[in-house]
């Protein structure tokens, strides 16, 4: 089931390109029914879930390459099973968005668009180290062409920027998978990716400092936090409508899964310590990503600085290593992708039809688009955390999160709530009332059919998950307590052997002969 969800959207791809050129309609169909497969399987997924299981389902292993003992092995736990949902619901709402703004190389548009799709989806379900890197490497081409081709003016400047930042990360991140391997030879006599024994690989500390730092840098780009974030303004800026959502939506979350999955789980020890950093750099995220958006005069520009902000969020509650946090965390990874990926299919209509995103171009739309408004201020309303919408939830449980874990972080995170809500409501004051003065804008039509069509799923799950997010989380919440039961004894047998350690120092120095 899982190798279906994941490959059928690369075979997808692969007939959309045999397809004739010039039969624009048939490829858009053709790619949309296709990007349904995987979310018609991922629901029986959903179904066929065992909610009270903390461990992996619907595990899939065969080797691959024996001579390394490399195995393709994927399974999903409750913390994948929701992001695996997140990508299949994504994708096919994209590919019928690039209906209306993708008019050049669409077969090739639709080929990256599922291929990418299978990418993502390879890197949230393997549990072997060396294929989630090999997953993790290929949604790199599918994102660089989508941006490159697709894009806007300095898109070959931003693609560049985005592979580059992202292969750095990459590379240490391979070297520590090849250390690892290599470690658990030396421990057990036998190489191994598999991500679940090297869970129970014994490091000592200096080592897992220097590990853990390899993959939180790669992750860290991905996510991205702050000061590792600037390479994502100008990949959102010039990606495609589509390419936006995707990136925001789903690629971002990557870097916290990463961080959830293995380089928190790998190496547990160096993360505690590593705690009191990556919280500060979140807050600072947090606080920076907000102030920088409000002073935005281009709407997309304001939305993906509004990303570092909400996922500083994200990255404060993993690493407040505790239920509340952790669980609001992985919640809040959904919202974002929903809340964001929506305000990028909103810029990305007002676009089509101005050309132009710069917030001084617009006001008094409510007048003209009231639809379009409407929509707009029910995912602007999410967005800043409203209770009743899903972006409460997560940022509720955060705080929840950080308030235990570290009382004057916590405090300072809740600024960005407030920052949050500044920003997102002083840019719909300015887009949607007051008078409507320019007369391009005295011109436009509201949203089409297909644009409601797109907009009308992620309005309704938006508003599922605020006001009864029980479902979601009943199905993570065992995944959750087993992950966090698994670090905190790591951590506690460490603290042991340090102080057995010491108490034997102590002993042998009460011992030694007075000269």
């Known amino acids: 089931m899982l190798s279906l969800i994941v490959f059928t959207p690369l075979l997808g791809g692969l007939f959309v390109l045999l397809m004739q050129r010039d039969n624009l309609p048939a490829i858009r169909r053709a790619a949309f029914v296709l990007s349904l497969l995987p979310l018609g399987l991922s629901l029986r997924l959903l179904a066929g879930f065992d909610a009270a299981e903390a461990g992996m389902q619907f595990v899939e292993s065969a080797a691959w390459i024996p001579q390394f003992n490399i195995r ?42 599922l291929a990418l799709e299978t990418g993502m989806l390879g890197a949230f379900v393997a549990l072997d180290l060396f294929l989630f890197y090999v997953f993790w490497e290929v949604m790199l081409i599918p994102m660089y062409f989508l941006i490159g081709v697709w894009g806007g003016p300095r898109r070959i400047y931003a693609a560049i920027k985005f592979v580059l930042f992202t292969m750095t990360g990459s590379l240490l991140m391979l070297v520590a998978i090849l250390y690892l391997a290599s470690a658990h030879a030396q421990q057990s006599g036998q190489l191994s990716f598999d991500m679940l024994r090297l869970y129970d690989l014994s490091l000592p500390l200096a080592q897992q400092r220097w590990l853990f730092a390899a993959f939180a840098l790669a992750f860290a780009i991905k996510v991205p936090m702050f000061p590792l974030h600037t390479w994502l303004p100008d990949a959102h800026v010039e990606a495609p409508t589509g390419g936006s959502v995707i990136l925001a939506g789903i690629l971002l979350k990557l870097g916290t899964y990463g961080f959830l999955r293995l380089a928190i789980p790998l190496f547990p020890v160096a993360a505690a310590q590593a705690v009191p950093l990556m919280m500060v750099l979140a807050v600072i995220g947090i606080i920076y990503g907000a102030l920088v958006a409000m002073v935005q005069p281009d709407l997309k520009k304001l939305v993906a600085y509004s990303s570092v902000s909400h996922l500083g969020f994200v990255m404060l509650g993993l690493f407040a290593f505790n239920h509340q946090g952790v669980m609001g965390g992985i919640y809040q990874m959904l919202n974002h992708g929903l809340s964001t990926g929506a305000l990028f299919l909103l810029v990305g209509v007002i676009y089509e039809r101005r050309h132009t995103r710069l917030i001084s171009e617009f006001g008094g739309l409510w007048q003209q688009l009231p639809v379009y408004a409407v929509c707009f201020l029910i995912v602007m309303l999410s967005s800043v955390g409203l209770p009743g919408l899903n972006g409460f939830v997560g940022e509720f449980l955060i ?44 011109r436009l039509t ?31 919440e065992p995944a959750v307590n087993a992950y966090l039961a698994r670090i905190e004894k790591q951590v506690a047998d460490h603290r042991a052997s340090e102080t057995l350690v010491a108490q034997s120092a102590g002993t042998l120095a009460l011992h030694q002969p007075v000269r």
């Open 399 to 442: 705080l929840l999160g950080a308030f235990n874990a570290h009382p004057a972080l916590g405090a300072l995170a809740t600024s960005g709530v407030v920052l949050g809500a500044v920003y997102m409501l002083w840019m719909f004051q300015r887009v949607m009332f007051g008078p409507l003065s320019n007369p391009a804008n005295q």
């Open 72 to 113: 393709y092995q994927v399974g999903i736990d409750g913390i994948s099973l929701w992001l695996v949902l997140l990508t299949t619901f994504l994708t096919p709402l994209v590919i019928v968005a690039g209906w209306g703004d993708v008019h050049k190389r669409v077969k090739e548009y639709m080929f990256f668009m």
């Open 446 to 476: 509201d949203m089409s059919r297909l644009e409601r069509a797109v907009l009308a799923p992620i309005l309704v799950m938006i508003v599922v998950m605020g006001v009864y997010p029980q479902p979601f989380l009943r199905r993570m």
